[in-house]
């Protein structure tokens, strides 16, 4: 079962005046679809799942799982987005027209996976496929990630920024910081990297990254 506050497809627009709460997705979105929301998102799954659409949100996007993920859209949020496994995740892989996407006031991910668990907690993906178009990811603000665990099962890995681009071209631009942290108070075995960017073999790849800030990676354990 699919569960949504707000769900639309195959075109149209819809306005949201308020703000959307859900116990499973907030706006799931596909079919060159608008969808505007004028409050914040809170919700216990993806906050905007988003395919071949258009995106807005006038507050913060808050989720327990993913923020955003975003699939040949544009994506603009003028807050903040929290979340506990990836923060922003868009990709490009289809169409002439450029994607853009803007977070105002950053991301922030705080993931404890459970028992058994290999989870990579990542604040900001950015993946770049075979188009045309480009992807133009933009954050103002600082990009966070970090995870911690108890158990010795888990290994605790987190990225601030992954970029992987297979074709074309893509940029990334922080005003902030990006930092990446991994606790695990009972094994050596946190991997953490600030900005891990990774191509395919010789192909013709270009992503322009750019940082106005610090770049931090610590591991604990």
Known sequence: MIKCAVGTDKGGKTEITGDVISGGSGVRSSGNSSVNVHGSIKSEEYGIDSSNSSIKVD???????????????SISVKGTVSSTINGVNVTKNHGDEDDVVNI????????????????????????????????????????????SADDDSIRVSGSGIVITNRSGEASVEVNGNVSAYGDNKKRDNSYVSGIWIIGEGDKTQSTDVTVNGDVTAISNG
């Open 59 to 73: 507050g913060n996007v808050t989720s327990k799982s993913t923020g955003v993920y975003g699939e040949n859209s």
């Open 104 to 147: 105002e006031k950053g991301i922030k991910v705080t993931g404890k996976p459970a028992e058994g668990q290999r989870i990579n907690i990542e604040a900001l993906t950015v993946n770049k496929e075979k188009s045309k178009g480009k992807l133009n990811v933009k954050v103002n603000g600082d990009v966070e990630s970090r995870t």
